[in-house]
């Protein structure tokens, strides 16, 4: 399960929690990258929940930084942005 709780307008906190563990992640997006990737279209929630759903198709939870900007993943993950815009 993926817990997206808004801190404020460019920080959210992230709660994964698969087979009774948790790793909680702090994560930021601007609005410039957030309306690069979706066009606005679906909420900053939903992308970074669709954000780590992808993360963790390639890597387990721990191995998922504890605080990070959402621009960050590309450089790891250079299909990222097009997994993404395909998904809205």
Same mark, same amino acid.
């Given at each position: 399960?993926?817990? /997206?709780? !808004?801190?404020?307008?460019?920080? &959210?906190?992230?709660? /994964?929690? %698969?087979?009774?563990?948790?790793?909680?992640?702090? /994560?930021? =997006?601007?609005?410039? $990258?957030? @309306?690069?990737?979706?066009?606005? +279209? +679906?909420?900053?929630?939903?992308?970074? @929940?669709? #954000?780590?759903?992808? =993360? =963790?198709?390639?890597? *387990? !939870?721990?191995? +998922?930084?504890? @605080?990070?900007? =959402?621009?960050?993943? #590309? @450089?790891?993950?250079? %299909? $990222?942005? *097009? &997994?993404?815009?395909?998904?809205?």
């Amino acid at each position: 399960m993926i817990k /997206v709780d !808004k801190q404020d307008e460019n920080t &959210f906190q992230v709660t /994964v929690d %698969e087979n009774g563990s948790q790793s909680t992640h702090t /994560v930021t =997006l601007e609005d410039k $990258y957030y @309306k690069k990737l979706t066009g606005g +279209i +679906i909420p900053k929630e939903e992308l970074i @929940k669709k #954000s780590f759903e992808f =993360l =963790l198709e390639r890597e *387990s !939870k721990e191995s +998922i930084m504890s @605080k990070f900007d =959402l621009t960050v993943i #590309s @450089k790891f993950f250079p %299909e $990222y942005e *097009s &997994f993404i815009s395909m998904q809205h």
